[in-house]
């Protein structure tokens, strides 16, 4: 069941705000500062910006944790304040920062699951079903039964994603879900993000510092800085709108030093930027006076000198670049 609301619009949200009060009350701080957002249903929405931003007081207004001071939201149709609880209904909650504490980990990870799903007042057929499924689809029915005290960082990960998934809700909010992982741990944990919205079809509304993570997993992602949001698009469609050069990107195997001297001896390359090795082939990044050009005769140059590049495109600007371009190198 959805409130009256956009069709295939999941979260929106007009001039949400909200403030809070420093140095003894004396100060008023804007946390969130008239935000207007649209996330559609089924789609992987990230919140991107520097500590500070703002991004969790966001994503808490929206679980109805936080109230908003001005502006308005709905999640799944309803009003975030007048129809807090509907709101609860239909969303899963999960705050990565909690390292594990949210589970009890003198209980197996299937009598965790269990016990949050007596909490939501999930009927024990239906329960123990979804128990099992989940802990199928999140690789831990070998270790079901085990204290969740002896888990891992990741796999304690995995079984509060399932705790999140207990009610079956549509819409996933989640707070830094990777932060405290170990490299394993995130990129497993980002895998699995990825099959909720692909393979179970789950919006997901989630909050990150890390650039490279947003890069990989988002369709769209907001930039936040200081309350605001600065921006709002793809990655890619970010990179292409902050360019500062024109530049083409070269990718080949072989000997770097051969191909540099071949870019420069081309009038229409302007500079070498960077030289980056990869696992086997290298990237050579130039800027170049006609892109199109650029495309054309490369190729030529380095067929006519015996090398075969692996590619020629256009060089965008990583969304690192973008990030410090739109925040003004907030880190």
């Not at 207004?61 to 109230?67: E, H, N």
């Not at 692909?198 to 990150?208: C, D, M, S, Y």
């Not at 969304?319 to 739109?326: A, T």
Request: net charge neutral.
């Amino acid at each position: 069941m959805r409130g009256q609301f956009a069709l295939n619009i999941a979260v929106e949200t007009e001039r949400l705000t909200k403030y809070f009060r420093g140095d003894g009350g004396k100060e008023r701080i804007v946390a969130v500062d008239h935000v207007n957002l649209s996330v559609r249903e089924g789609e992987f929405f990230g919140l991107l910006g520097p500590n500070g931003a703002g991004k969790t007081t966001l994503i808490k207004m929206l679980c109805t944790l936080v109230i908003p001071d001005e502006g308005t939201a709905r999640v799944a149709g309803f009003d975030i304040v007048k129809d807090a609880e509907k709101v609860r209904e239909c969303i899963g909650w999960l705050h990565g920062e909690t390292g594990g504490r949210a589970l009890y980990w003198r209980l197996s990870a299937r009598d965790n699951l269990r016990f949050y799903a007596y909490l939501q007042n999930i009927p024990p057929d239906i329960a123990r079903r979804r128990i099992e499924a989940l802990l199928e689809f999140f690789e831990l029915s070998k270790d079901a039964d085990r204290l969740v005290k002896d888990f891992s960082t990741g796999m304690k990960m995995r079984v509060m994603l399932a705790r999140t998934l207990l009610s079956n809700a549509p819409i996933l909010l989640m707070d830094e879900p990777t932060v405290g992982l170990d490299a394993t741990g995130a990129i497993e944990t980002r895998r699995l993000l990825q099959a909720l919205c692909r393979e179970l079809h789950k919006t997901i509304v989630f909050t990150t510092h890390n650039i490279f993570e947003a890069e990989r997993l988002c369709d769209r992602i907001a930039v936040m800085n200081k309350g605001k949001v600065v921006a709002v698009d793809t990655p890619m469609r970010l990179s292409e709108v902050t360019r500062k050069y024109r530049g083409v990107e070269v990718r080949f195997r072989g000997p770097s030093e051969e191909a540099v001297k071949i870019l420069e001896g081309l009038d229409v390359v302007k500079s070498i930027m960077s030289v980056q090795p990869e696992e086997d082939h290298t990237v050579i990044r130039a800027e170049v006076k006609d892109e199109e050009q650029a495309l054309s005769e490369i190729p030529k140059a380095f067929s006519s000198n015996g090398l075969k590049p692996i590619g020629v495109q256009l060089a965008l600007p990583s969304l690192e670049e973008v990030f410090l371009s739109l925040t003004g190198g907030g880190s």
